[in-house]
């Protein structure tokens, strides 16, 4: 089941990210750290319904920001459509425990019916560019990888931009 998260559920999403970054730490990937995400980035996201998890067994196993809103960031990119009516997907977080058993398509495919149900142009993202497995999962998704753009608290390393045209 996926629905939008809620204000009670800010510590299990922690918990998730947490485990996520630790998980990607020891494979080298250095793509969250203590500044990101933060519990205040989830509050936000929970209290504009932009938050929604993914739940099996009435456990939270994972969550996927999806926002009409976008980041300063994104600006000097430049996008295969116009800034007008696109969908940006931020925070795709799945358990270790449960990555590899399709439940990041499924929050995907989520974001994807949601902009193409209210015709926007695209869905836009970033990955980071030493993820090389979400790379591969987003291309594998039909997403155009474009430039890179930097989050100075997160890594001296690039995230690149991603963008799906419906």
């Known amino acids: 089941m996926i629905r939008p998260a809620k204000i009670g559920e800010i510590h299990q999403i922690m918990s998730i990210t947490k485990a996520c970054a630790h998980h990607m730490s020891a494979q080298g990937i250095e793509q969250w750290n203590d500044h990101y995400p933060s519990q205040e980035i989830f509050k936000n996201d929970i209290e504009r319904g932009e938050l929604y998890v993914k739940k099996i067994d009435g456990q939270i196993v994972g969550c996927i920001c999806i926002t009409t809103v976008m980041d300063e960031e994104y600006l000097p990119v430049k996008w295969l459509t116009l800034n007008e009516i696109n969908l940006y997907v931020h925070r ?12 990041a ?15 926007y142009t695209s869905v836009r993202l970033d990955t980071f560019s030493k993820n090389k497995r979400n790379q591969r999962f987003y291309e594998a998704r039909g997403y155009k990888k474009l430039e890179p753009i930097y989050f100075p608290k997160q890594s001296p ?5 991603y963008e799906l045209i419906l």
């Open 92 to 103: 795709l977080a799945i358990h270790p425990d449960y990555q590899g058993k399709g439940y």
């Open 105 to 119: 398509r499924q929050l995907m495919d989520k974001a994807e019916k949601m902009a193409r149900a209210k015709n």
């Open 157 to 161: 390393h690039p995230f690149y931009c």
